[in-house]
C-alpha cells in the first residue's frame, strides 16, 4: 500500500485524465495595459481584443464558458463543449494537445491542469508554448482557480456569484451530515485494465471528506496508490466507491469482473451489505468540475442511505 507512484502509475492518471476532460495559479500574469478605447467597450470587448486564450481540458473549457470567457482554442473531446466556443478549434486530446495547431492560434495564454503538468510542460516549453496550469485538485483550489481567473479577466462578478454558488453547497451538505456517524470509505479510482486506490487528497477524495466520510487511506501526501486488496480488507470499509474513467463501461465490466474472481472482496462489509457504488463519471471527474455540488449531493445519498 506504500508503493509510490511509479511510471505506469503515472500512466493510467494520464488516461484518466484523458478520458475526463481532469499552486500553478500563482504563475498566472497580468493582462496587458488596457488602451482608452478598450475600456469604454466592457470587459466581454477586452477579453476578445487583448486575449486569445486556449483551453486544452474539458473541465476548464466548461469553467471559462461559466465566466463568460471566450476562448480561440479547446479541447478535441467526445464530451459535449458549451455551445460559446462551437467556433473554436479544436486542439487535441487534453493529455497531449497538437502544439503546431495550438501555435498557430498565437494565443496570449494556455491553460492546462495541474494534474497534467508534469508530462505537459516539457512538450511546452519544447515548442515555445508558455503554458499555465490549473489546480483543480480539490473543491477549494478550484474556487481559488475561479477567483483568480475572474479577476484577471475582468469576470469577478461572475466568479463571485459562482464560488458562492459552491460555499452554499458545501453548508448546506455539512448541516445534513451533522452529527451522524461517519462512514469509512474506499474509493477505487479504475481506467482500462487496472485501477487504483485514491486518498484524501484525490479530487473524489476531497468531495467524500467534505461529506463527511473516513477514507481508510490514511497518513498519505501522493493523490492514489497501487491497490493491495489484502491491506484493504483490514481497513473494512462501510462503502466502497467505484469511479470509472476513460472508457466507463469497459472499466465497470473489468471492476464486476475483479470484485467476482478475486474471493477476497465479499469478505469487504461494503460487499456484505451492498454499499457498493459506481460513480457517474460525469459528476466525478479526475479534477474538479462545475458539476461538484451535484456530486456532493450524490455522495451524501451514498454515505448515509
Known sequence: MKKRWGLWLGALLLVAAAGCSASANEGVSSPPTETASSAQ???????????????????????MDALGIELVGVPT????????????????????????????????????????????????????IEAEFVDLTSLASMQEAISTIGGKYGKEDEAKELVAKYDDKIAEVQAAVAGKEQPKVLILMGVPGSYLVATEHSYIGDLVK???????????????LASNSEYLHQSNPDVILRAAHGMPEEVVKMFDEE????DIWKHFNAVKNGRVYDLEEALFGTTGNLAADEALDALVGMLYP
Open 77 to 128: 473531446s467526445a464530451k459535449t463543449l458549451p455551445a460559446r466556443y462551437d467556433g473554436a478549434t479544436r486542439v487535441g486530446n487534453p493529455m497531449s494537445p497538437d502544439m503546431e495547431i495550438v501555435k498557430s492560434l498565437k494565443p496570449t495564454e494556455v491553460l492546462s491542469v495541474t494534474t497534467l503538468q508534469y508530462d505537459l510542460e516539457p512538450k511546452f516549453e519544447s515548442a515555445g
Open 259 to 262: 470484485f467476482k474472481e478475486n
Open 41 to 63: 467597450a466592457g470587459p466581454s470587448a477586452q477579453t476578445a481584443e487583448t486575449h486569445r486564450i486556449v483551453a486544452t481540458t474539458v473541465a476548464v473549457t466548461q469553467m
Open 210 to 224: 467534505m461529506a463527511g466520510g473516513v477514507n481508510v487511506v490514511q497518513g498519505e501526501t501522493v493523490e492514489y
